[in-house]
């Protein structure tokens, strides 16, 4: 490795993980996750209606998600996405592909004709709050569905498969896992990788931010994103357990 990260790490190894659950009381399900420092809310809300395209169709619910950072989780204030202005296009890609992510691991039909709508609120953030928002949005989703057939609502989880997503980049010539802003901020190329349990990919974003990259560094960092995706699986359940 020529490359000495800002924190001391190995380039295989995972910021600090935490994942709180039920983090937010009054939500169907909830969660706080913290990797490094950065820290997202994830919460789950059920309503009772789907989109109107979905109605009286037969194909059970719906689930979409929305994302927003707090003006102060950066180092200078950055202003809310509200009013006339509306959500830039980087937070609607960002929604987009939450909500993408957590239906890719769904059987619809059985939520019923119910939407569930993720929440994912940057309280800090220090590079990766999409990837986190994803991996913690997971949590919230399944002790909302859990609390769903605990109460006799639905008859069977929706969810059928894990998810969780994070970020690998090449910077200075060496693929790393997890990368933290200063990382970000300096990487020849940046992506962000979302899997299944199973170990299927459900995206692949993956940019050369100042140089092109080669198939094999590819391989390379889609290897790194793999075993730190079945790490932080192993957070999500014991969230959950």
Not at 26 to 55: M, Q, W, Y
Not at 126 to 136: F, M, Q, V
Not at 174 to 198: H, P, W
Request: aromatic residues 4%; hydrophobic residues 40%; glycine residues 8%.
């Amino acid at each position: 490795m020529n490359f000495t990260r800002i924190d001391g790490r190995a380039e295989n190894v995972l910021r600090p993980t935490k994942i709180t659950p039920n983090f937010m009381p009054n939500a169907e399900g909830s969660a706080l996750i913290e990797v490094g420092n950065t820290k997202v809310i994830c919460t789950a809300s059920i309503e009772d209606r789907v989109p109107h395209f979905l109605r009286n169709q037969g194909k059970g619910g719906w689930l979409t998600a929305e994302y927003s950072m707090l003006p102060r989780a950066t180092n200078t204030r950055t202003q809310r996405e509200s009013g006339n202005r509306g959500v830039s296009g980087r937070t609607q890609e960002i929604q987009r592909l939450i909500g993408r992510s957590l239906r890719a691991v769904m059987d619809l039909t059985a939520l019923g004709e119910r939407t569930i709508t993720l929440d994912c609120d940057v309280m800090q953030a220090d590079g990766g709050t999409r990837t986190a928002s994803i991996t913690g949005a997971y949590v919230a989703l399944l002790l909302a569905c859990q609390s769903l057939q605990k109460n006799n609502v639905i008859k069977r989880s929706p969810i059928v498969h894990e998810v969780a997503a994070v970020s690998v980049g090449i910077v200075e010539g060496t693929a790393l896992l997890d990368l933290c802003y200063v990382e970000d901020s300096a990487a020849d190329v940046d992506m962000n990788i979302v899997c299944t349990g199973s170990g299927k990919f459900i995206e692949i974003q993956g940019t050369a931010e100042k140089q092109a990259f080669t198939s094999e560094q590819m391989i390379e960092m889609l290897a790194l994103a793999e075993k730190g995706i079945q790490q932080l699986m192993m957070f999500q359940r014991y969230a959950v357990k």
